[in-house]
Each structure stands twice: as structure tokens, then as C-alpha cells.
């Protein structure tokens, strides 16, 4: 059984900064923010992520992004260790257990990157797995591997790659991990049909997780996911990517309103496609090429986190939160908004052309109603739309609406004949609460 969740998971995660080159001090600060600042309106999940494992992360920069067969810290049991230099309270083989039990002590929940596969080093040594007779080799399958990074083979749909994932993921759970984002395994541009381990591999870290006994979110990157491979990610998974990484450019939200609109009915309960990471506030520190502000428009932003929240995605901000600004503390603090990723609340997208979107979404238990206007169009437009024909209202016998709360500027309109009509600025949105 997976695990019951009241809401897509909400935090922050390492990459979109710090890229491979996150220390403990670093991990810290953040998740001392988000207790101060943060906690109260939802956010919870602390991850690191790529290479936490990787003692020379970040040093040679020039020449790569994940260095091939690099100075990596791994247990006698072929199972990647916290970067000691990196991480200090991982010495004497503690793992990930202080600095769980720090982000645990401040009410907020501890999560880490994996790469699928088991290490490649591990595979050539033949070191023995915990627990069962076989050895990495045995569990390793040479004939998968990862397009972008080095450091993984594929496993084998056999007794030694369960046994391998079994003691993976007990090993996590003894740390205190209460989230796993796997890489590589929602979707491969290397293997394009049914051979691909990811598929297999999948099921075998839902089992693992099941047999640690812990509550564990599972998280599958990167996208784009595949449509007739739904009934899989929601079988075996809390969240899968729908896109591939989602970067502070205007044309890649505006494709996400197509993604949004293909995955919009696979949203439920435990189940969670997944739009991406928030970039927003400072961002690529550690990339090698300095930090920026996000280069989203203040109305970009607005939209991206109302398209992100009307249907129901995961929040993963990706700023070094320590440097946020009052901008964009206000947008991640916004109850009335961030509380539309809960269960109870289902979007849907009524229609959709290149310069428009307007999303539905409703509470059938409270009777709640919004309207979600995007403009993607480059000028200021009129965006309108008749209540009456809203599905969800119709289905529920709640057409009738004499008043709309804008939420972003507060503004409140009456409704005239029930037809609601709002300016929205370019790449901008609307969102309303009805009454």
C-alpha cells in the first residue's frame, strides 16, 4: 500500500543553486529558512540532490558536469555514502542520520537524490550485497545505463538486483529518509521501448520501500513521462516528472499548459505528476558561471505558480532561500493559493489556444470555486468566460455566481450575469475565487 498523503508533496531541493556542489552548512541554512519562514504554509521536504556521494563535485566544472569514475564515497556493500568532505556527521559511517535527524528536529522532512542502477565501481570490484550471497555483478546489467551520467548500470530484474534495492532502501530508511527522487527512470532518450530496465526497476524501489516499513515518497525524474505509461507511475510512484528539466524561460511554460492539459486526469491522491521544479528567486550558484535572479517576469511568476497549483502539481523550489527576497517570500507564502495542491481540490482545464488558458477547479466537499485565467500571448488581452458552462459547476449544481475574488491582487468584482471577464497582463494570470 503506498503511502496516504493529504496533498502533493511541498519543499525545497538543492539542484537549481547548488547543482552537484550542496555541503551540509548549505542544507542547513535552507532548511533553518524554511522552519522560520516557510513551515507554517505547507513546505516541508528538505532534498539533496545529484551527487552527494561525489568528493570532487563541482571540480572540474569546465570540462564536466558529473566527472567520469570520480572520487566517490561507497560503503563495502556497494552503496554510495555521503561525501565525507561535504557532509561531516556522515563520518564513521552515519550516512545520512545526523543530518536527517537536524531536519527532522526542526518539524521538516529529509529527502534525497538516487540515480537509478547500482554504481558501476561497486559492479566492477564484485562487492558483495548486504544481506544475500550475490554480488553487485550479478545484480548489475551492463547493457543499461544512463545517457548524461556515469556513475550507474541498469539492474537486472533478478534475485540479486531485489536484494540490492532491498538493502538500498533499508539503509535509507535507517537514515530517516521520508523522500527519494530517482533519476534516470521516468524516462531515458537512450531506450525508446519496452527494454528499458527503468521500467522494471520502478516496481522493484515501490517494493523496497514497502518492505523498509517507511513512509517514503517516491519521485521519478526526468520526464517528459509517457502517457500510456500511466497506469505504472501511479501504481508505483508518488510523483513523475512530466516535463524534462524546467528552466526561467517563457517558452517552456508555456508548454507546460499542454502538459498540464495531457496529464490533468491522472492527478490523485498519492499520485502526482509533476511539473517541475519552481525556479524562482536566486538561482545557479554553484553551475560554475555565478548566481542569477530567476528570469521570469513577476508576472511569469504568478502564473507559473497558479498553473502549478490549479492542477495539483508537487511545489520544489529551487532557490537559495537564504537570499530570498520579499517577492518572492509573498509568492511561497500565499495559504490561499498553495492550498489548491490538496486532495480535495480538482483542476481542469475548460479550453486552451496560443494566446489563452482558463482552468477550472473545485472543493466538492466545501463547495469552493476558482477560475484561472493565463494570458500567453505577448500583449495585455481580454480574457472572459460564461460560469454556466464550467463542467465542474455544472456537475456539482453551482452555476450561479454574483461575486470574484482576484487572490494575486485582491481585487473583488461582481459578476454580471455570470459571466466573468478580467485584462490579463502578457505571459500573466488571473486567479479567482467565486461566490
Known sequence: MKMTMKKAPMGWNSYDYYDTTVTEEQVKANADYMAANLKDCGWEYVVVDIQWYAKDAGSRRSEFQYIPFGDMEMD?????????????????????????????????????????????????QHLPIAGCPYTAADAADPASVCGWNPDMYGVRDNAAGRAYYDGLIGMYADWGVDFIKCDDICDSWMYRNDSFSGWHETKMLHEAIEKSGRDIVLSLSPGPAHIDRA?????????????????????????MFYRCELWQDHVAEGCYPDCDMLPLGKLGGGFGRGEWDTNFTREEQK???????????PLMVGAELTKLDEWTKWLLTRKDILKLTGNAYTGKQMERDES???????????GERYLAFFNLGEGEAVVSCCCARVEQFARAGRTQVQEALELWSGERRSVAQGMLTAQVPAHGAKLFELS
Not at 303 to 313: E, I, K, N, R
Not at 356 to 366: L, R
Open 356 to 366: 489563452h488558458a482558463i482552468w477550472s477547479c473545485m472543493n466538492e466537499e466545501t
Open 76 to 124: 563495502g556493500y556497494g552503496r554510495y555514502q555521503p561525501a565525507v568532505n561535504r557532509f561531516p556527521s556522515a563520518a564513521e559511517g552515519r550516512g545520512f542520520g545526523p543530518l536527517a535527524d537536524y531536519v527532522h528536529s526542526l518539524g521538516l522532512k529529509f529527502g534525497i537524490h538516487i540515480m537509478r542502477g547500482i554504481p558501476r565501481l561497486a559492479a566492477h
Open 231 to 255: 497506469w505504472q507511475y501511479g501504481r508505483y510512484a508518488n510523483m513523475w516528472r512530466i516535463t524534462d528539466d524546467f528552466w526561467d524561460k517563457w517558452e517552456l511554460l508555456a508548454n
Open 303 to 313: 502564473a507559473m505558480l497558479t498553473l502549478w497549483c490549479v492542477f495539483g502539481s
